[in-house]
């Protein structure tokens, strides 16, 4: 059974930092990409980061680009997503994915929970 549990969002100043981790097991996850989404009220889901299988290669929205770093620790079967310089508008529910195969471009076929993380003073 594959699980995905995220933790370490939470209310932070703007300009603050968080770093987002996602435990997974049921599969094995050096051999799949992964992924975080995240979804604002009122919005879509939308995509914030992905990295291959190996780490190697890594993709981000323009949302985040600059600002969030997305890795893996592969001996531990965790994702993790470090934000920097968080702004109001990167309020939202964030969601780690795990895909179809080791290639970011497939599709994702489960998700986690969620862990919310607020940006206000």
């Known amino acids: 059974q594959v699980q995905l549990v995220e933790s370490g969002g939470g209310l932070v100043q703007p300009g603050g930092s968080l770093r987002l981790a996602c435990v997974t097991s049921?599969?094995?996850?050096?051999?799949?990409?992964m992924s975080w989404d995240r979804q604002a009220p009122g919005k879509e889901r939308e995509l914030v980061a992905s990295?291959?299988?190996?780490?190697?290669?890594?993709n981000y929205a323009d949302s985040g680009r600059g600002r969030f770093t997305i890795s893996r620790d592969n001996a531990k079967n965790t994702l993790y997503l470090q934000m920097n310089s968080l702004r109001p508008e990167d309020t939202a529910v964030y969601y780690c994915?795990?895909?179809?195969?080791?290639?970011?471009?497939?599709?994702?076929?489960?998700w986690g929970q969620g862990t919310q993380v607020t940006v206000s003073s």
């Open positions: 994915t795990k895909h179809r195969n080791a290639d970011f471009l497939s599709a994702s076929d489960y």
């Open positions: 049921g599969f094995t996850f050096k051999d799949y990409a």
């Open positions: 990295i291959s299988d190996t780490g190697v290669f890594r």
